[in-house]
């Protein structure tokens, strides 16, 4: 399934478009710290912090 695919239905439960990233970036990536988070979807940190606790 092409990832626009996925984020769109993502998007369709509710999650945010840097939400959705993250999942998906998480489900290849598996667990990793905010900062590696941040610095690979190019967001700030505290962002990542927050989609984190969401």
Do not use: H, P, Q, W
């Not at 988070?37 to 940190?45: E, G, P, Q, S, W």
């Amino acid at each position: 399934m092409a990832k626009e695919k996925v984020i769109k239905g993502l998007l369709s439960f509710g999650l945010t478009n840097d939400e959705a990233e993250a999942y998906i970036f998480l489900l290849r990536a598996g667990a990793c710290a905010a900062g590696n988070l941040a610095r690979k979807l190019r967001i700030n940190r505290m962002k990542a912090y927050r989609i984190l606790k969401a």
